[in-house]
C-alpha cells in the first residue's frame, strides 16, 4: 500500500475541528484588525516588495495546485500529497508578507494616479470601466479569501487521516476555489501596484 494511503496523522474529528474553526477565526480576525492599521517605520527598502513577493507566492501555489491535480490524476498520492503540503506551507508565509505589507505600507486605492491616498472625480474618470472591473475582481478575491481557511484545512485534514472519499468530497469545493484565490492575487497586484504611494 503506498506511503500516502497510511494515515500521517490520528483521527480526532472533535478536537480537528475546533482547532480549525478556532485557527481560521483568529487568522481572519488578525487580518481584518491588522490590515486597517499602519506602522510608520522606515525599514530602508520598498515596502512594497511584500506585494510583489505576495503576487510571486500566489503564482506558485497556483502552479502546485494544478501540478499536484495532475499528480493525483495520474495516480502519484505521495508526490501530490508532498505539493500540497508545500502549498500550505507557501500559505503561511504568503499570509505573514500580506500582513507584513498591509501593515508597512496601508491601504491604496485603484485609480489614485497622483498617489495621495484619495480619489478625486477627474481620476475616477481617468481609469473609467477599469475600476469597475477591478473592485468586482477584489471583492470576490476577498470573499473567497475570507471563507476558503477552514475548507483547505478540513480537505487537508480528511487526506492526512487517510478518509480519501471525503478529501476528495472536500477537494471538489476547495480546490477551484483556492486557485480562483491563487490566480486573481497576482492579477490584483498587476493591477494595483501602479497606485502605490
Do not use: C
Not at 506585494?51 to 501540478?67: C, D, K, P, T, Y
Not at 503540503?85 to 504568503?94: G, N
Amino acid at each position: 500500500m503506498p506511503e500516502l494511503l497510511q494515515p500521517a496523522i490520528k483521527k480526532n474529528d472533535k478536537q480537528a475541528k475546533l482547532l480549525i474553526l478556532v485557527f481560521s477565526f483568529v487568522i481572519f480576525a488578525a487580518i481584518s484588525f491588522l490590515t486597517q492599521v499602519k506602522i510608520n517605520v522606515n525599514l530602508g527598502f520598498n515596502v512594497h516588495v511584500f506585494a510583489f513577493a505576495n503576487a510571486i507566492i500566489n503564482s506558485i501555489i497556483a502552479i502546485l495546485l494544478v501540478a499536484a491535480l495532475i499528480a493525483v490524476k495520474n495516480g502519484f498520492y505521495l508526490l501530490h500529497k508532498r505539493i500540497m503540503i508545500t502549498a500550505l506551507i507557501l500559505s503561511v508565509i504568503f499570509l505573514i508578507s500580506y500582513i507584513a505589507h498591509h501593515l508597512l505600507a496601508g491601504e491604496a486605492y485603484f485609480g489614485d494616479i497622483n498617489h495621495d491616498g484619495k480619489l478625486s472625480a477627474d481620476e475616477i474618470a481617468a481609469v473609467g470601466n477599469t475600476r469597475i472591473v477591478y473592485l468586482i475582481l477584489l471583492a470576490m478575491h476577498i470573499l473567497l479569501a475570507a471563507i476558503i481557511l477552514p475548507f483547505i484545512l478540513f480537505t487537508a485534514y480528511r487526506g492526512l487521516i487517510s478518509e480519501f472519499p471525503k478529501h476528495i468530497k472536500l477537494a471538489r469545493i476547495t480546490w477551484p476555489l483556492w486557485f480562483f484565490v491563487a490566480v486573481s492575487g497576482p492579477v490584483i497586484y498587476w493591477m494595483i501596484h501602479p497606485y502605490y504611494r
